[in-house]
């Protein structure tokens, strides 16, 4: 029976998402909160929750062929349910057909039967890679611009498939690259006297590990609950940092009050699209030009903060190039000011002069970042 509780779950966030826009992760979230699954049936509706998600127009696709009309979207959520369990999940056919079938809406019963008994027994055909790798066209389209077509695909398979739970020594749940930015910009910090600036600090991941390294911290956010997320994870850990609610284009700092400052912009996040099941659907291009804007613009702020021979870094979970080799040039041009040293392995060169790292999903199974180091004079 808790089979069927676990996609009955799943259906309820999957409508959620659909209907009502809902977000995956704080709707899935909320939902495993209050039920009483075991930690194994968790586990199994989360990945139903964020595979289906995530491979929705795949599903469609499959759906699609053995389809005559046009369905309620209660049913369309049971039929992806379905095909994600029969062609990505590894469940057996029988039990994802049947289990799956029950949890639908008893008057269409027969129709989700006999479609998902026809995606079981069917060999896909693709009409190309958007619809196989389930993203839209102006994604694909976009990063294999950016990237080159073999990495752009690389990537967009290797963010299909669940992300791998990573915990810190203080048990922190965080990826390794994001792990790695926070290492990077203590490297070689005097921790006695000299003070990081982390300017969008929320919810606190790169902020914490930072202090965890002995780097005394101080933690900026503009909105005050997102703050909030920061001093309870702070606390939790141990850490004292002084937190301040701040607009990062118009910070209230002193200008050279900071040894090092990260930027770890609001970013469109498309490295990191195992983790933010929806994002891709969420995302348009639009967006992408405006999250850049908004970049040049906190990055050019935090600029002012830095003590004479200090440090900025600006990082960002997206892959596309308006929003980091873009940045790095914008910056440099309003700035005057040049690239650093090499970042070196495993971040790839990146940036006009190959001094900003980039590390794709498929280099680390990791999440996908970019990250750019600068001297302030």
Not at 31 to 46: G, H, P, Q, W
Not at 91 to 112: D, E, I, M, N, Y
Not at 186 to 194: A, K
Request: charged share 25%.
């Amino acid at each position: 029976m808790s089979g069927e509780d676990a996609r009955r779950l799943a259906m309820e966030v999957l409508g959620r998402i659909e209907r009502d826009g809902a977000y995956a992760n704080l709707v899935l979230r909320a939902a495993l909160d209050r039920s009483s699954l075991d930690s194994r049936d968790r586990a199994f509706v989360t990945d139903l929750v964020y595979g289906t998600t995530r491979m929705r127009r795949a599903c469609d696709h499959l759906v699609d062929s053995f389809l005559h009309d046009d369905v309620q979207p209660e049913v369309r959520t049971v039929l992806r349910l379905g095909a994600y369990q029969l062609h990505w999940a590894g469940v057996p056919a029988h039990a994802a057909v049947s289990a799956t079938v029950a949890v639908a809406p008893r008057k269409v019963r027969g129709l989700c039967n006999a479609v998902l008994r026809r995606v079981a027994e069917h060999q896909p055909t693709w009409p190309g890679p958007g619809v196989e790798l389930s993203v839209p066209d102006w994604l694909l389209e976009r990063l294999v611009a950016d990237l080159g077509s073999d990495d752009a695909l690389a990537a967009l398979a290797a963010m299909n498939r669940p992300a791998r739970a990573v915990a810190r020594d203080d048990g922190y749940h965080q990826d390794r690259a994001s792990q790695m930015v926070a290492a990077l910009v203590v490297d070689g910090l005097d921790p006695s006297g000299e003070v990081v600036l982390d300017l969008c600090a929320a919810p606190g991941g790169k902020a914490t590990a930072m202090a965890a390294a002995g780097a005394s911290v101080v933690a900026a956010d503009l909105r005050p609950a997102r703050l909030g997320l920061v001093r309870d994870n702070a606390e939790r850990l141990g850490h004292d940092m002084a937190l301040v609610a701040a607009d990062g284009r118009l910070p209230s700092f002193r200008p050279g009050a900071f040894d090092r400052v990260l930027v770890d912009a609001p970013c469109s996040g498309l490295g990191v699209l195992r983790r933010r099941a929806d994002a891709r659907w969420r995302t348009g291009q639009a967006d992408v030009e405006e999250l850049a804007d908004l970049q040049v613009d906190l990055l050019t702020a935090a600029a002012g903060l830095v003590r004479p021979g200090g440090l900025l870094f600006y990082s960002v979970c997206t892959l596309t190039s308006a929003e980091t080799t873009g940045v790095d040039r914008r910056f440099r041009e309003a700035t005057g000011l040049g690239s650093g040293s090499p970042l070196g392995s495993p971040w790839r060169p990146h940036g006009d002069d190959g001094t900003g790292g980039l590390l794709l999903p498929q280099d680390l199974d990791s999440e996908g970042m970019a990250v750019f180091r600068y001297r302030i004079d």
